[in-house]
């Protein structure tokens, strides 16, 4: 079994005792609160965890759980750190990441409601293998490796939702490696302009409106280039009345151009 390293993410909603990193006081376990009938309401809806479970399963897993808020733009965790829980989203956005030594960042993913991150270096007890940020405010479960792989053990019903969970992560991460290698940017802009349409997007009379703000960096960020290529491009596509951009909120409004663009193949 792995060693258990001290939990170190960052400042729960009480201030706490022990020390993070930053210097922020914190001690996850004591002073998180408990989660309430109605988180548990939420999470039995979303979560791959929770949907598994019986009432009382579901009750007695969040007895050991607490519940953190993080304010926006919080760094959760970093890359190379040790970890010992797993976290759940139960209000807001986080993105996963890789930064580099000189700042640059990668955007693997942007996890949201019912969503689980922190799970591999839980099961594997090697260091954290991203980083995570909040995009807004956000409320977390938090389960610790000592009680979660116990009750693993005694529903493996919850392992094969996880294990499913963590393919599909796999697909999609293939995906965006696949893009990296094969497409070229306007592909790759529009690939991913189109998965944010379907996850968060709304229709308006204006077209679809994506429900996540993102600045023309993270988009870079989540397609692999410069803010400035992302930036051309987004200003043709609005010439072209593809799209609309206006202070990171994105309205797509002609998607048969971008599902065109996206079978681009020619890099
Ligand atoms: P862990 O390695 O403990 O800490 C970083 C977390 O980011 C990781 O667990 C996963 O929960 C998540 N993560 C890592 N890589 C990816 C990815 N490619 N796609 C989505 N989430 C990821």
Not at 63 to 75: D, G, L, N
Not at 115 to 139: H, I, N, Q, Y
């Amino acid at each position: 079994m792995a060693k258990e390293p001290r939990a170190n993410a960052q400042p729960p909603v009480r201030p706490s005792r022990s020390r993070a990193r930053d210097g922020v006081a914190l001690d996850l376990q004591t002073q998180g609160n408990p989660p309430t009938a109605m988180d548990i309401a939420g999470l039995r809806k979303r979560s791959v965890i929770f949907e598994a479970l019986s009432d009382e399963e579901a009750s007695a897993l969040m007895q050991m759980a607490r519940k953190i808020v993080h304010p926006a733009k919080h760094t959760v965790f970093r890359e190379g750190e040790p970890g010992d829980h797993l976290l759940v989203v139960l209000e807001g956005r986080v993105k996963v990441s890789l930064v580099s030594p000189d700042g640059k960042e990668a955007i693997l993913s942007i996890l949201e409601e019912g969503d689980l991150f922190g799970e591999m270096a839980l099961l594997d007890g090697e260091p954290r293998s991203a980083t995570v940020t909040t995009m807004e405010k956000c409320t977390f479960l938090v389960l610790w490796r000592r009680d979660f792989l116990p009750f693993l053990e005694r529903n493996p019903q919850v392992a094969l939702k996880l294990l499913a969970a963590l393919s599909k992560r796999l697909r999609a991460t293939n995906d965006m490696v696949g893009g990296l290698s094969f497409l070229n940017l306007p592909a790759r802009l529009a690939r991913i302009l189109i998965n944010l349409g379907q996850q968060y997007g709304k229709l308006t009379g204006e077209g679809i409106a994506i429900g996540i703000k993102l600045s023309q960096e993270e988009l870079g960020n989540l397609v692999g280039v410069s803010r400035e290529s992302v930036n051309r491009q987004i200003r043709q596509w609005v010439e072209m009345e593809v799209l609309d951009y206006t202070h990171g909120t994105i309205v797509l409004k002609n998607s048969d151009v971008l599902f065109r663009e996206s079978l681009n193949m020619e890099r």
